[in-house]
């Protein structure tokens, strides 16, 4: 027997359900985990990326460290606009040849050609032992990025001969991650 057509008006469910974790409703942002995961280009160029997959970077173990000669640019570009709200946080694990190290560590906001720092440079204590992992909380200026924005981690490591290991696998050291908190417009 066929259902009556007056009954079917509202019987079909949504195809999707939307669940929040309880305590990040009750803060209003919701984190976001990113590993700074290094990419091989033509002719031996690597470039430095957050992703949220866990992924092997390239190159073989002794290029998965980003090594304190420069200044050093990790990106990710948003497809679609958020708000960056609350406290980042970096860990990652020194690898130390030789030298005492620190890093230096700004979040940066990139639209087009213009860079905007969307947090202090917050710089980690001086570590002469190899290994070293550290985990430092960093503040953020409440920031609206739009689709094609980049959020850049910049890194300055001191201390010639030394890195942070760079592979979310963690196959040569533990993995370097980010933890950015988004505001939830719920």
Known sequence: MALDPALTEFTTASQS??????????DGTGTVVYYITIHETSGATFTYTLERNIVRSAGMASDQVILATATT??????????????????????????????????????SGAVVTDISSAVVSPTQTVDGYFFNM??????????AGDTLRLELFLNGAGSGIWADPTGSTGLPAKVLIPFKLDI
């Open 73 to 110: 640019n990790v990106d990710v570009t948003f497809n679609t606009p958020k708000t960056v709200k609350g406290t980042a946080t970096i860990s990652a694990e020194f690898q130390k040849s030789g030298n005492n190290m620190s890093m230096t560590v700004t979040i940066q906001k990139v």
């Open 17 to 26: 359900v939307t669940s929040y974790d309880y305590l990040d409703v009750d």
């Open 137 to 146: 909380p960093i503040p953020l200026t409440e920031t609206v990025f739009a």
